[in-house]
Structure formats: C-alpha cells, structure tokens
T-cell receptor, first 114, second 114 residues
Framework: DQQVKQNSPSLSVQEGRISILNCDYT??????FLWYKKYPAEGPTFLIS?????DKNEDGRFTVFLNKSAKHLSLHIVPSQPGDSAVYFC?????????????FGKGTLLTVNP | DAGVIQSPRHEVTEMGQEVTLRCKPI?????LFWYRQTMMRGLELLIY????????DSGMPEDRFSAKMPNASFSTLKIQPSEPRDSAVYFC????????????FGDGTRLSIL
C-alpha cells in the first residue's frame, strides 16, 4: 500500500523552461512534506519542505505547492538548468511537529536538456 | 563540515554470511536513521535512534536485521545471516534536534548478496 505516489517515473524538459514534478498521498494524517534530490551514487539531498498549514513555499528557483483537499503536492523548478537533472523524491510525515518518520515516493527522474 | 559517512560503499558477499554496515552521523546531530532502497519498494525507513536509543524499529524486516548505536558518533546495521533478497542500497541519515530539521543522508552502501 503506497501512501506516497509519484506517478511519473520520468520527465524531460528544455533548459530554461519550467519543470513540474507531482506527488499524491493517501494518508490524511500527513502534515509535513519534503522534496529531496538525488544524483547517481549519492545520497538524497534535502531541497525544500512545506507544512500542512501552508499551501506554498518558495526557495529561489524552487516552489512547492500543497493542495490538501486533493492530497496533492507539486514541485516547480523555474528556470530549469541541466544541473537539475536528478531523481526527485517526495516524502511525507505524520509527526504533528516531530517529523522523523518519513514515507517516500519512488521518485521521478528529471532530465533537463541543454 | 563532514557529512554523514557510510562504509563500506560497496559490499559483495555470499548468502549466509554476516554483513555489517557502518555509519558516522554529522557531529551534533541527535537523530540517526537507517533506510533501505530497492526497485520494488523504493526508499524505506528501517529504524531510527534518538540520543543513541532506538525509537522506532517497526521497519526492520526480520530478526536477521539488527541495529546498534553504541555512541553518538557511530552506528551499525547488521544482517545475519544474509540472503539474496537483502541486496539493496542502504542509507544512513542524521538530523539535528527539532521536529522539522531535514535529514542529511550519506552516500549509501550498495549491498549484493550472491
């Protein structure tokens, strides 16, 4: 039973355009969401997070949107750069402020073409 | 600053052998996590520690798996006896105090059981 789903295994975009990565969840107890980026042969690196009390969080080129009613979140990267090519994982927790137990999606491979 | 350090990076061994994976968390971090990544199940939390004490081991698959944290700067994940289905990438992560501190991952140990 996959509680966090990333339905697109891969996404390809042109440099300079917007990348939109999507994530759906089923557990209504999730209240904190994160995105991680992973390069080959490296561990995941934290990118950005959002609490369920917000619907948007922005950090430079990265913006995460949360739609609680749809149980959906998305990561927008604008503008996309070739160095953004990586696997992106969505993660969620139901910690109520203690967000240690993360549930991950299976990831989306983003390729940004020069 | 040094990140999370895992050793070995690669391990190939025969079924039935004991396997020990090692992790050094980031200095000052109170939480340590062990994850396993497989194609089928993605990235799963196995166990996590707070101040060297195991808090949640509900993700540990079987009694063949055990984890210890004898001090704040070292943890081990042991599999005894190992089986081919244990082949995966094992990640260690650590985080600081505070519910929303991001987890910092090591580069993983790629384990192959023949």
């Amino acid at each position: 039973d996959q509680q966090v789903k990333q339905n697109s295994p891969s996404l390809s975009v042109q440099e300079g355009r917007i990348s939109i990565l999507n994530c759906d969840y089923t557990n209504s107890m999730f209240d904190y969401f994160l995105w991680y980026k992973k390069y080959p042969a490296e561990g995941p690196t934290f990118l950005i997070s959002i609490s369920s009390i917000k619907d948007k969080n922005e950090d430079g080129r990265f913006t995460v949107f949360l739609n609680k009613s749809a149980k959906h979140l998305s990561l927008h990267i604008v503008p996309s750069q070739p160095g953004d090519s990586a696997v992106y994982f969505c993660a969620a927790s139901a910690g109520g402020g203690s967000n240690y137990k993360l549930t991950f999606g299976k990831g989306t491979l983003l390729t940004v073409n020069p | 600053d040094a990140g999370v350090i895992q050793s070995p990076r690669h391990e190939v061994t025969e079924m039935g052998q004991e396997v020990t994976l090692r992790c050094k968390p980031i200095s000052g971090h109170d939480y340590l996590f062990w994850y396993r990544q497989t194609m089928m199940r993605g990235l799963e939390l196995l166990i996590y520690f707070n101040n060297n004490v195991p808090i949640d081991d509900s993700g540990m698959p079987e009694d063949r798996f055990s984890a210890k944290m004898p001090n704040a700067s070292f943890s081990t994940l042991k599999i005894q006896p190992s089986e081919p289905r244990d082949s995966a990438v094992y990640f260690c992560a650590s985080s600081g105090r505070g519910g929303n501190q991001p987890q910092h991952f090591g580069d993983g140990t790629r384990l192959s059981i023949l």
